[in-house]
Every structure is written in C-alpha cells, then in structure tokens.
C-alpha cells in the first residue's frame, strides 16, 4: 500500500488554481524527486501532503499511522537570537538525549550541538534541519529545496547523504529540487510540474522527455550522466571539514 496518494488533486491559492488533476503516489523506501520551473506548484504539493493546506478537489489519503519529517523550503532564525543547535533540536518538544545525538550522528552534523544556530555555514544549517526531522522516525522524509544555497558539490554531497539515510532508516524519500544536475540520478522515479504533472518515470526517461526539455533545455542530461559516476565512496560524518566543500574534486 502507498503511504499517500492523491488522486485528481486540485489546490487553490485564492483565486490562483496552483495545480490541478494531481495524481500521486509514494511508496515505502521509494526516493522520488520533484522538479518543475519557478512557481510551478512544488511548494504547494508538497505542503498540501502535509496538511498544511486543503485540496479544493479530488482526495488523498494517507496510510495509518504516517510519520513524516519536514524540512521546508524556508527556515528564518534570526540571528540575534542566541539558540544553540541542541535547544532547537528540542523545538516544538523534547527528544531524549541519545537520541538527539543519534540523529545529529546520522546527518553528520554530531560535533555542532552546542554552536549558536547562526554560526552554522548552509551545509551544517541543512544537517541539522535533516536531523530534526529524522528525529520524528518518519516513516516519509519530505524536503522542499533543501539544497538551496549550497554549491554543487555541497549538494551533491548533501543528496547522498539523502540516499544513506534511506538505506539506513528505511524511510520513503519526497524531495523537491531545481538541482537537476546532481539530483535525478539517485532518484527512483522523478516528477516534472508545471501546475500538474507534466511527465514522471526514471530518471533517464524524464530527461530525454519533450515535455521535460521543452521546460528546462535539451542540455540537462548530459549533466545527469555525469553525475552518476559520483556515488563510489562515502564520507563519514566529520564536522571539523565543511561538508559544503568536501567533494570539490568530484565536481568535474
Ligand atoms: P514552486 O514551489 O514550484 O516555486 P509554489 O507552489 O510556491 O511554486 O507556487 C505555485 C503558485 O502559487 C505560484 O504562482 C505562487 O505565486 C502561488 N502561491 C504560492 N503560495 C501562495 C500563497 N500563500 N498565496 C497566494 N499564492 C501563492
Ligand atoms: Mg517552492
């Protein structure tokens, strides 16, 4: 059974129908990313799975029980508010102890407990939303761009990890990403938006579509096959190394 499906979903903003005759669904341990130009309705879908917002038509269900971890596209702390990574690890409730540590371990993120949260480079601010949300034993792992900002390497490196903790907690993976380039070739099915779905399957077979070149250019998968060369070697959480940096040598 799927953990969620949506079936001819439509979600309005207002006036605004940000999308229309959705069909979706994930499975267990599946990894599916989300790709779509700006405004196409990613942020939507995937708030809307997370109850965050009401489709205004067709309906989705949700398998019993359903742990999702979040990490949304937009987390503002402001700096002159001096919370260290621990205390916004127990944000909205406490975990114990060892587990905080055990999710922080997991992202590689398990030297940075007591730095202020505004002293964090993008890289180690990502490892911790990442730990946060696996703290909540998901069952469906959900980030919304949560690459942004971070370089190349620094996201390609970021998107094993991703696949790690896959393997690792046997979680299902919904990611939306306008990295393309480093991002496809892990996935096990991608999803290309345009206010609906425009075209979905493998990573090789939605980069050689026309409605998939036809939004971002014929140039893209050429990237792609480069970048599954990437996946030969692991690295250990390290917090003394700026993960952002890390695979430099790789970036080609
Ligand atoms: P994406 O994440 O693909 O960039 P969004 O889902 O954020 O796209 O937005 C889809 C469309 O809905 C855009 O036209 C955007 O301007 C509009 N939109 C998103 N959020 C709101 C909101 N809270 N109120 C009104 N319009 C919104
Ligand atoms: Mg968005």
Partial sequence: MSLISLKNVEVR??????????????????IVTVVGPNGSGKSTLIRTIVGALKPSKGQMEHAEGLRIGYVPQKLFIDPTLPISVKRFMSLPRSFPHADVEEALRHTGASGL????????????FQRVLLARAILEKPDLLILDEA???????????????????????????????????????????????????????????????????????????????????THTHSHDGDCDHDHDHEDHAHAG
């Fill in 13 to 30: 903003h207002g006036e605004l129908t940000a999308l229309h005759s959705v069909n979706f669904s994930i499975d267990k341990g599946e």
């Fill in 113 to 124: 407990a007591d730095r202020p949260m505004s002293a964090l480079s993008g890289g180690q």
């Fill in 147 to 229: 690459t942004q900002g971070l370089d190349q390497p620094g996201a390609a490196s970021f998107y094993r990890l991703i696949e790690t903790l896959r393997t690792e907690l046997g979680c299902a993976v919904l990611m939306v990403s306008h990295d393309l380039h480093v991002v496809m070739s892990a996935s096990d099915r991608v999803i290309c938006m345009n206010g609906h779905i425009c075209c979905e399957g493998a990573p090789e077979v939605v980069a050689s579509a026309p409605e998939y070149r036809a939004l971002f250019g014929s140039g893209t998968d050429g990237a792609l096959a480069l970048y599954r060369h």
